[in-house]
């Protein structure tokens, strides 16, 4: 039986960050869990600064993260986000976007099974 989506190769060895600190964020972050995909933290582009955590990960600021992109990859916790999503891509961020609308565009955690 082959898999029908398997983890996106640019995983690898990337820090993943999810973009936002909502419900949807947190709904993101847990189904990465559950299918193996470690989170490092949460990114709220609101925020100065913070000690914040959500299900127990740091909240770093947009400035914070944007110190450690080139091995960073977002991940955006909902479409409330998109907008955003198109705006990291163009500061050359490694944007991945919400598993359902993205994966027939390549933008997904998630690609087709072979």
Known sequence: MKPLY???PLLEDKKIVIYGIDEKAV????TLL????YVSCFCDPEAKS???KIMNKSVI???ELKNCK?????VIGGLDHMNKAEMLEQEGFQVLYDFNLSAYEGNSIWVQGE
């Open 70 to 74: 080139s091995e960073t990859i977002i």
């Open 34 to 37: 559950q299918n193996e995909v």
């Open 6 to 8: 398997i983890k996106n």
């Open 50 to 52: 913070t000690n914040l």
């Open 61 to 63: 600021t947009i400035e």
């Open 27 to 30: 709904l993101t972050f847990t």
